[in-house]
T-cell receptor
Framework: EAGVAQSPRYKIIEKRQSVAFWCNPI?????LYWYQQILGQGPKLLIQ????????DSQLPKDRFSAERLKGVDSTLKIQPAKLEDSAVYLC?????????????FGPGTRLTVL | AQSVTQLGSHVSVSEGALVLLRCNYS??????LFWYVQYPNQGLQLLLK??????LVKGINGFEAEFKKSETSFHLTKPSAHMSDAAEYFC????????????FGSGTRLSIRP
């Protein structure tokens, strides 16, 4: 079975520019997660979708970050405008069951560098 | 609210030696606990998880962890380290609910000396 796909793998932008990341979860997985992993830290959940509805976005900086999961499959995470502190790896994960106890399968991540 | 503390940001062991990575959690109710491994430039891969039942959990690649409620710990061990075990390891905790989220520790980088 194909894993979680993410693109691009690397992105370098200047501050105040916009950027978007794409995630394609494992087929049939209802729950999709976006995490931010800053160098030297563990992943931090930004947003969790169940199908195309948002379950938790309490740690998403909504003034600059947005995410959508149209049709309950692919998802896009956008940052507009980017700040230096947004430099991190953005991980997408998916799981097949409702809730956080099911195994989450992670994509390879997108490494964002903001100059 | 739940939280996770990983003791030691970097652990170095010799090949063939015991691996011990420490994790302590804080939770007001019985937690679900996980260990993930992250190789360079890759996403996280689940090593093992504890939900209910047997407190000694066996995972992939010869790793195991024991849930000790009295010590609020979930340490990861492997009897004999291999060079391929060099990676970043994350302990994580969640509570079972439909809106629960996983809280990750800050990670421990494991190095293996030849």
């Amino acid at each position: 079975e194909a894993g979680v796909a993410q693109s691009p793998r690397y992105k370098i932008i200047e501050k105040r520019q916009s950027v978007a990341f794409w995630c394609n979860p494992i087929s049939g997985h209802a729950t999709l997660y976006w995490y931010q992993q800053i160098l030297g830290q563990g992943p931090k959940l930004l947003i969790q979708f169940q199908n195309n509805g948002v379950v938790d976005d309490s740690q998403l900086p909504k003034d600059r970050f947005s995410a959508e999961r149209l049709k309950g499959v692919d998802s896009t995470l956008k940052i507009q405008p980017a700040k230096l502190e947004d430099s991190a790896v953005y991980l997408c994960a998916s799981s097949s069951l409702v809730g956080g106890t099911d195994t989450q399968y992670f994509g390879p991540g997108t490494r964002l560098t903001v100059l | 609210a739940q939280s996770v503390t990983q003791l030691g940001s970097h652990v170095s062991v010799s090949e063939g030696a015991l691996v011990l990575l420490r994790c302590n959690y804080s939770s007001s109710v019985p937690p679900y606990l996980f260990w993930y491994v992250q190789y360079p430039n890759q996403g996280l891969q689940l090593l093992l998880k504890y939900t209910t039942g047997a407190t000694l959990v066996k995972g992939i690649n010869g790793f195991e962890a024991e849930f000790k409620k009295s010590e609020t710990s979930f340490h990861l061990t492997k009897p004999s380290a291999h060079m391929s075990d060099a990676a970043e390891y994350f302990c994580a905790v969640t509570l079972y609910s439909s809106a629960s989220k996983i809280i990750f520790g800050s990670g421990t980088r494991l190095s293996i000396r030849p």
